[in-house]
């Protein structure tokens, strides 16, 4: 039987101040251009933590809006607000700085993390007070130091700042005189990756109803790498993530692939379980620092807020079939190989056509196609235009070809198999994963069949290959009744032809 998602979560963090200190367009530009006038306007043009809330994509990805009711919304998106929003979701939490800095030392376990003693007696207890966070996490808080003390590793020793409404609050030491790989810049890339993952993990135990006993197996999908000098790149994250989430019976491992790593881990994931490996592997990300207002140039030029203030976590909780649970079909499995090329319509090809071939469907038989879900309010004004828009179009003009859409057709395919975009570009975030918690909520409720997950990934980016990178898998309704139906079918059929045989043997006996 096929392997089932369980549940997933889906978490934002607002960290306006990492936007201004730690997202890569900023720092360069304080290298490059010190006295930029772009550099002026970032400050002015981060979010309050209530716009944040109150945006209708990030209420989206948390779960309070469905796509479809975020697609009948005016576009844009970032000049209005929804009234009702909640910091909590149905998947998860928007969770804000102050508080997040709590959950970052919870997950330091080499004691590079300084607080100042001041901001943990104001907001240690807000903290505690999440209802995802337990007692076990808030007893790894320590009670601060001097902000004397911070500033002296700030100034003197290379450490990265942690701002709060932009005010020195903390710090990440380095955790090596020389080694790069564990530089103050480093850990701290790589702590708040692991932070947000937890947020994701916690939140998706709760939303699968299940032990944190029985994860027994965990895939970190990020784009982040821990290790030093001698194995830059060793992780592992899952386990690390999985350390403080209370995971206490799981093991795991990271897989990384760009932004197509999401859909890579969920394969495997599935694999590992249908296999009868593992009972339950969660796949986990958390988000990325250095894309913190990447494309903030072009929306403060624009005269938009910088809407890259957020890092983004996710998790799936994968599992054997219950009988109820959507399934992850592993006989429709899309991939990009070294020989496909990067020619758009290849590429679609080799994610989309060649995998419904194999099983004799066609596009038009998949329900919802889940791509890149990029947020075209950030993208749009980036000149990157409305990727997912793009997506559907030549996945639409690939059916067209095939002859198995008409022409005439064409728009309505894109609005009726397609999405609005709405998440976070966090890098591997927003490539086809965001879909699958509503896609099984979707598929449960009968408004759907199925949905197609697509991952993508620019390999070339590592200067390593110039290839291109995707995979895809198919989600739909459980057939586990079915297979046991037919499967009875089977043994009385197995059970007729052995009568039967015997009779014919007993005659020929008695006619010796």
């Not at 809006?65 to 928007?94: C, M, N, Q, S, T």
């Not at 959950?103 to 901001?119: I, M, N, S």
């Not at 710090?171 to 990756?193: T, Y």
């Amino acid at each position: 039987m096929n392997s089932v998602i369980k549940g997933a979560s889906y978490v934002l963090v607002h960290t306006p101040d990492m936007v201004y200190y730690n997202g890569t367009t900023q720092t360069t530009e304080m290298v490059v251009n010190p006295d930029s006038e772009y550099l002026k306007e970032v400050k002015p043009n981060l979010r309050s933590y209530e716009d944040a809330v109150k945006y209708w994509p990030n209420q989206t990805y948390i779960g309070n809006v469905h796509p479809d009711e975020l697609a009948g919304v005016e576009f844009p998106w970032y000049d209005k607000k929804k009234e009702d929003a909640d910091r909590y979701g149905k998947y998860g939490e928007i969770m804000p700085e102050e508080e997040f800095l709590f959950l970052v030392q919870a997950c330091d376990q080499f004691e590079v993390v300084r607080l100042d003693k001041d901001f943990v007696a104001e907001y240690k207890d807000k903290f505690a007070a999440d209802p995802i966070i337990g007692e076990d996490i808030v007893a790894m808080i320590h009670e601060g130091v001097e902000l004397s003390e911070i500033e002296h590793f700030v100034n003197e020793e290379h450490a990265e700042g942690l701002y709060f409404n932009d005010k020195l609050v903390g710090c990440v030491k380095r955790a090596h005189d020389i080694d790069v790989n564990l530089s103050a810049h480093v850990m701290h890339e790589n702590l708040m990756s692991k932070a947000s993952s937890v947020l994701a993990l916690l939140y998706a135990v709760r939303n699968a109803g299940i032990d944190k006993a029985e994860v027994e197996y965990v895939i970190d999908c990020a784009e982040e790498a821990c290790g030093d000098m001698n194995q830059r790149g060793g992780g592992n994250f899952a386990k690390a993530a999985a350390e403080i989430a209370g995971l206490v019976n799981a093991t795991g491992s990271d897989a990384r692939g760009f932004c197509a790593a999401p859909t890579h881990a969920v394969i495997e994931a599935a694999a590992l379980v249908k296999s009868g490996a593992y009972k339950t592997v969660v796949v986990t990300s958390g988000g990325c620092t250095a894309k913190l207002g990447m494309n903030g140039k072009d929306h403060v030029k624009k005269g938009l807020p910088i809407l890259e203030d957020c890092l983004g976590g996710f998790a799936v909780v994968i599992s054997e079939n219950d009988g109820v649970s959507p399934e992850i079909d592993l006989n429709v499995l899309g991939r990009h190989t070294v020989g496909t090329g990067s020619a758009p319509q290849n590429v679609i090809g080799s994610l989309v056509a060649d995998p419904l071939d194999r099983v004799g469907m066609k596009i038009t038989d998949i329900d919802k196609f889940s791509p890149e879900m990029q947020n075209p309010d950030i993208t749009k004004p980036a000149g990157a235009g409305d990727v997912p828009l793009a997506n559907y179009k030549m996945i639409g003009a690939l059916a067209v070809k095939r002859g198995e859409l008409d022409r005439k057709e064409l728009a309505n395919f894109t609005t009726e198999k397609g999405l609005t975009g709405w998440a976070p570009t966090q890098g591997h975030i927003p490539s086809g994963v965001p879909y699958i918690g509503p896609a099984c909520e979707d598929i449960k409720e009968g408004k759907i069949k199925n949905a197609m997950i697509i991952g993508k990934g620019s390999l070339f980016l590592g200067r390593m290959t110039n290839l291109f990178d995707g995979v895809s898998f198919l989600i739909h309704g459980n057939t586990a009744a079915e297979e046991e139906a037919a499967a009875g079918v089977s043994e009385e059929e197995v059970k007729g032809l052995i009568a039967k045989a015997m009779k014919d043997f007993a005659a020929t006996l008695m006619a010796e």
